[in-house]
């Protein structure tokens, strides 16, 4: 009458965390002897409860997989604590491609946000699932990004029927319908803190890399940098200005090894040297290479790269900064900036100039 996946969703609403359901499965060797033997309750009352709890998955318009079944995230079984059931909205499938995450700060600068987009684009494009938090600030833009060109993913804090933060429902639904929205919570579970926490651990699992596109010091984003490298993921950090507090989290982290990443051509050639049998994309192709095309540029960007088009040999900060009198710090913001899109590159030495595929 019911299947064992079914017995699964049973268990997994007594209240048990993960590992206990596994070793409880392993103990009786599936979640339905668990449910017929005489440790867990009166057959009538659990009965209802299966009974009860599989209407409500079914009435509350969203899915579920267990660590067992086929759709499960391929990449999540291998880490050390994976859920045991994931509840989702949307396509779970889209987790099948290969996943990178982007993540960052919440109160994200312009800078971050238009790193976070333009990378998300331009990854998504060539069939990668972006992985994000669906938080304010960067993890929105990345989704934003994303849904664009291809598919992405949100995390949660807490149960689908529990949207945090409350001003994302349009963006949720914006993802489900070119991706999913995913938690290891039941649908009614409050966001509390601490699930916010756990739930960095997935967002790392789930992808082959994570780049950190904006984060202050003591960012929260630490966490999910911790996971992944403890889960052997790919972790990568978007460049930023000296005098921005916004980017100290990840020039530290370049600082400590971390690959810098200014195009998506960066993690596409690392990832399929890494990878080779997953990812066998050497460059974003020529129509998606980081959206180099002058478009969507600020009033100063746009200034910035028509003087560095303009001239055959590099230009320096210094140069820029004299002849459009403005203060180095918003030249220096200007030109990561830039540089992240694929519209320049520096040389050694901190001269700039346009890059190749810029010029096409």
């Known amino acids: 009458m019911f299947s064992e996946k079914q017995y699964i969703l049973w268990l997994a609403n007594t209240g048990v965390t993960s590992l206990k359901l596994f070793n409880i499965i392993r103990t009786f060797g599936s ?27 079914e009435e509350g318009m969203f899915g579920y997989t267990t660590f067992f079944c086929p759709d499960y995230p391929p990449l999540l079984k291998n880490i050390s604590d994976p859920p045991a059931i994931i509840y989702y909205s949307g396509d779970i499938s889209c987790l099948q491609s290969p996943c990178v995450s982007i993540i960052g700060s919440r109160r994200s600068s312009e800078y971050g946000d238009a790193a976070a987009k333009t990378l998300a684009h331009s990854l998504a494009a060539v069939g990668i699932t972006i992985i994000s938090g669906m938080a304010n600030g960067v993890d929105s833009a990345a989704h934003e990004g994303a849904i664009e060109s291809g598919m992405t993913a949100a ?36 966001p509390i803190p601490a699930y916010f926490s756990r ?17 202050n010091e003591k960012s929260g984003t630490s966490g999910t940098v911790n996971f992944a490298l403890e889960q052997g993921r790919e972790v990568y950090a978007v460049p930023g200005s000296i005098f921005s507090p916004l980017s100290a989290g990840t020039n530290r982290l370049i600082r400590d090894g971390a690959p810098i990443v ?22 974003v192709p020529k129509k998606e290479q980081s959206l180099t095309e002058p478009q969507n540029l600020g009033e100063t960007e746009l200034k910035i790269y028509n003087i560095v088009r303009s001239r055959t040999e590099s230009v320096s900060a210094d140069l820029i900064c004299n002849k459009l009198d403005i203060p180095v710090e918003e030249v220096l913001v200007a030109l990561t900036m830039l540089e992240v899109d694929g519209y320049i590159k520096q040389l050694p030495g901190s001269g700039y100039v346009c890059s190749k595929h810029s010029l096409d």
């Open 262 to 283: 200014v195009n998506a051509g960066d993690i596409l050639y690392n990832l399929s040297l890494a990878f080779p049998d997953v990812f066998h994309i050497k460059a």
């Open 155 to 190: 995390v949660l804090g807490g149960g689908l029927n529990k949207i945090y933060p409350a001003n994302n429902v349009r963006l949720m639904k914006k993802i489900i319908s070119s991706g999913v929205v995913l938690s290891e919570h039941a649908p009614d579970a409050a």
């Open 31 to 57: 979640a339905e002897s668990f449910f017929m033997s005489n440790e867990s309750g009166t057959k009538e009352s659990k009965k209802q409860s299966l009974i009860r709890i599989c209407k409500e998955t």
């Open 199 to 215: 739930r960095n651990r997935i967002i790392s699992g789930i992808s082959y890399a994570t780049i950190v596109c904006e984060a």
